[in-house]
């Protein structure tokens, strides 16, 4: 149950597009379309972006975009804005009901 | 509206136990699985443990397996984690959260069957445990 790997941070500038890397392998991003990813503000509960690897729960702005190659899961997200500024995980399904997280990426945006 | 709300949270020795609970309203509570996430301060979210719509299948992570167990009472929609033989290193906010899927697909490999799950679309606001 080793977790997924994702860069410590990333910045970006508003306006621009950034894109946070979640890097597994075959038995879990590798096997199946079911990453997840969330974003986190400073004290607050992680809210779901993105699952079954590309697809947006409603009301999350169609900025925020997946995919996925191989054993790496990939979140862009597109004319960053101030808001958001905050953590981002991954998530994978990786068999026999089990999941595993990746370690958080900070994003800055300057 | 959707939400959930956990508590039973709070300051216990290293071996003690304590049970968590969260509360569920506003879904169909049977119909969707649930899981316990946990942030250690400063760090990152851990999965813990999954539990079936049904409650017929419960999983975890080896970091707990043996030390916690999962329930659910579907008649209260209340979702638990009894926490015993706790360790320093499980202090940390404790997250319960609803997968986005209610009728997930099951498989079954080598004469075990198992649900997929796909991601965590509510999450209730966390209770702190800490151990020490």
């Known amino acids: 149950q080793s977790a997924l790997t994702q860069p410590a941070s990333v910045s970006g500038s508003p306006g621009q597009s950034i894109t946070i890397s979640c890097t597994g392998v075959?038995?879990?991003?590798?096997?199946?379309?079911?990453v997840s990813w969330y974003q986190q503000h400073p004290d607050k509960a992680p809210k779901l972006i993105i699952y079954?690897?590309?697809k947006r729960p409603s009301g999350i702005s169609d900025r925020f975009s997946a995919s996925k190659s191989g054993n790496t899961a990939s979140l862009t997200i597109s004319g960053l804005q101030a808001e958001d500024e905050a953590d981002y995980y991954c998530?994978?399904?990786?068999?026999?009901?089990?999941?595993?997280f990746g370690g958080g990426t900070k994003l800055t945006v300057v | 509206q959707v939400q959930l709300v956990e508590s039973g949270g709070g300051v216990v020795q290293p071996g003690g136990s304590l049970r968590l609970s969260c509360a569920a309203s506003g879904f169909t509570f049977n119909k969707s699985a649930m899981y316990w996430v946990r942030q250690a301060p400063g760090k990152g979210l851990e999965w813990m443990t999954v539990?079936?719509?049904?409650?017929?299948?419960?999983y975890y992570a080896d970091s707990v397996k043996g030390r916690f167990t999962i329930s659910r009472d579907n008649s209260t929609n209340t979702l638990y984690l009894q926490m015993n033989s706790l360790r320093v290193e499980d202090t940390a906010v404790y997250f319960c959260a609803r997968d986005v899927r209610q009728s997930p697909a099951r498989y079954c490999s080598q004469g075990v069957c198992h649900y997929y799950y796909y991601g965590m679309d509510v999450w209730g606001q966390g209770t702190t445990v800490t151990v020490s």
């Open positions: 079954e690897s590309n």
């Open positions: 075959k038995s879990n991003v590798g096997n199946y379309n079911l």
């Open positions: 998530c994978s399904y990786a068999g026999s009901s089990t999941l595993v």
């Open positions: 539990l079936s719509y049904d409650g017929n299948n419960q």
